[in-house]
């Protein structure tokens, strides 16, 4: 499943169970929730999401702070900068609980129907649910925004959606998807996650085009005022129409939120230092460890907290472009790895605040180590002569050097690669058999990013590689990364607990072909391909954790990423205005679920002589 943000809940009345005349269609279960694999945890009749507080205050404003610019207002698309926080605006059939993996329940659905063999799934709508101008959310709404999303949205949407076969609405309430198979154990789940859009709104409206208006919502808030590219206001809706359902009690508790978009990482750290944003989580350990000492954290005004969580952490590193000939030989992309001094940028950069990064589903049960067992070899030896032999005889490991930044056994190993592949060291420059020199450039959105890169740059040097380091706005960034239009870049692949169509848009040949996807590395491998669709159809997770450990070793081995690092907790910054449930989740936190505490909101105005 999509590991999205920790959003939007669930939603019912004080009961989801229907009236005892309501009977599930002959051949199928009717279910006040969804689970991928397994059953969902919290009964029919549950309140609220166990991480949040059913008596939470409502009210106050938040000021939150993001990096770069927007042009529109449709995020479903691949043209335009979307302004992020509209999402929070929409609402989905099914609200996911942070604290169960894989699990769903009805939201804007009262009830969900489907079928014992999974060949379908039914939604039937609350007649409650309604847009922001008033309107009723209907099945047509559904429908049109599916068959939407399939043709004019992001190239993801092709590969989430494939396995459905059509979609149809069963009156103004009800809405059934068929499958062309029933193997795709996550598909009614992924349908239920869609967000859904007002279809009267985009009647003689371009969906393709970026959005210069808001379109109206079913979710919490409504933007209130904006300045396209500076700043966006949500206002929470007063009426809004799940505020007592389980799936909405206790959360979207700010009257306000307010987003200011700044063009460089360095003055949105001020502007938070300066009171003008609230919250922050930073993901730069050196901004951790130096940069909070400032008057208003010496006086107890800006609180810092490490929050553990227990999330896969996926896989960050410098992703290379297969598209580019440099990279097409996985000699000349093992000997980038090789070049990556981790312990030295760890102990000089970091403060040891990391850990090395090994698996594409680190820090989860579902990452591969040592050798593939009988259950993985079945899954591997169809494609033993396309995969590396090292994979079925050797572990999978990464240089760990001394820390001293003098890594020559590495680099003497990188060159012995580089040479293997047909490279040569002329002039102290690494050139091919025509000559030219090994020159690419890798493409960064942040300039707080140029502190890794460039150390990485140096020890490139050493092998005689020219790399340079190309840093552009956020905006200009995402229109090069759709495009694929990029030497190397650092990227993040996001997992979740049970992952499952979105392989497809990380790794498939088919998204490798599609611009705007996010296979930005270009594998189009049909080995990745059939481990993809073991996940996709794994019926239980003892199968599910065999085809994710098989296809980690095989994305592994490849080398198409220089892995780095990744951190089991949240560093958060915040004004000591908020109050937040003292219970555990497993995503750490949920913002959703915090409010603003009116008596430490006064006391922080009258201590900073401010509105805090």
Request: aromatic letters at 12%; a neutral charge.
């Amino acid at each position: 499943m999509l590991p999205l943000p920790r959003r939007f809940l669930l939603a019912a009345g004080p009961t989801l169970l229907l009236p005892a005349t309501a009977r599930a269609t002959p051949g199928a279960v009717r279910s006040h929730g969804l689970a991928s694999i397994g059953t969902p945890a919290l009964p029919p009749d549950f309140t609220h999401f166990p991480y949040a507080d059913p008596a939470a205050p409502k009210g106050g404003q938040v000021r939150l702070a993001a990096l770069g610019s927007f042009d529109s207002f449709n995020p479903f698309i691949v043209r335009g900068t979307a302004a992020t926080p509209v999402i929070q605006t929409f609402d989905s059939l099914l609200r996911d609980n942070s604290n169960e993996p894989g699990v769903a329940y009805g939201h804007l659905a009262s009830t969900i129907e489907l079928a014992n063999d999974r060949s379908w799934v039914a939604f039937e709508l609350r007649p409650q649910a309604r847009f922001s101008d008033d309107v009723p959310v209907t099945a047509d709404d559904v429908v049109w925004t599916f068959t939407t999303l399939l043709d004019q949205g992001r190239p993801f949407y092709r590969a989430y959606y494939a396995d459905v076969d059509k979609v149809s609405a069963d009156g103004p309430g009800r809405v059934i998807f068929r499958f062309k198979s029933s193997g795709n154990r996550e598909l009614p789940l992924i349908l239920g996650e869609m967000s859904i859009l007002p279809r009267h709104f985009w009647q003689g409206r371009d969906f393709s085009r970026p959005l210069p208006e808001p379109p109206p919502g079913s979710g919490p808030y409504k933007v209130d005022s904006f300045a396209l590219g500076r700043t966006i206001g949500l206002a929470r809706r007063a009426n809004w129409w799940a505020a007592d359902l389980p799936t909405g009690r206790g959360l979207s508790n700010f009257d306000a939120i307010s987003t200011e978009y700044f063009r460089d990482a360095t003055v949105a750290m001020e502007a938070f230092k300066a009171g003008q944003a609230d919250f922050r989580e930073e993901n730069i350990a050196k901004n951790w460890a130096t940069g909070y000492d400032f008057p208003a954290v010496q006086k107890g005004l800006v609180i810092k907290r490490e929050i553990r969580h227990h999330l896969p952490t996926g896989m960050q590193g410098f992703a290379m472009n297969l598209r580019r000939p440099v990279f097409a030989d996985a000699r000349v992309r093992q000997a980038m790895a090789l070049a990556f001094d981790f312990e030295w940028m760890n102990k000089t950069l970091f403060y040891g605040a990391y850990t090395r990064t090994r698996s594409y589903f680190s820090n989860s049960d579902l990452a591969s180590s040592g050798l593939p067992d009988a259950a993985e070899r079945a899954l591997l030896d169809p494609w033993a002569d396309r995969l590396p032999a090292e994979l079925f005889t050797t572990p999978f490991s990464l240089p760990v050097t001394d820390g001293s930044g003098n890594n020559r056994a590495q680099l003497r190993a990188a060159l012995d690669l580089l040479t293997a592949a047909g490279w040569a060291v002329v002039q102290r420059r690494l050139v091919d058999k025509s000559g030219q020199p090994m020159r690419f450039a890798i493409l960064l959105p942040d300039p707080g990013y140029e502190r890794v890169a460039l150390p990485y740059v140096q020890s490139l040097d050493k092998l005689g590689i020219t790399a340079e380091v190309r840093t552009v706005d956020p905006s200009q960034y995402q229109h090069l990364l759709d495009s694929f239009d990029y030497d190397m870049t650092m990227n993040v692949f996001s997992e979740s607990d049970v992952p499952g169509n979105e392989l497809r848009d990380y790794w498939s040949s088919e998204a490798a072909k599609s611009e705007g996807s996010e296979n930005v590395i270009g594998v189009a491998d049909p080995a990745v391909d059939a481990l993809v669709e073991k996940i996709i159809t794994a019926t239980d997770r003892a199968s599910l954790i065999t085809a994710c450990r098989a296809l980690d070793r095989v994305l592994l081995w490849g080398w198409y990423m220089v892995p780095n690092w990744h951190l089991s907790s949240h560093r958060v910054a915040l004004w000591d205005k908020f109050g937040w449930p003292d219970l555990p989740t497993r995503a750490g936190f949920v913002f959703d679920a915090w409010w603003i505490d009116p008596a430490r909101a006064r006391a922080l105005a009258a201590a900073s002589g401010s509105g805090g």
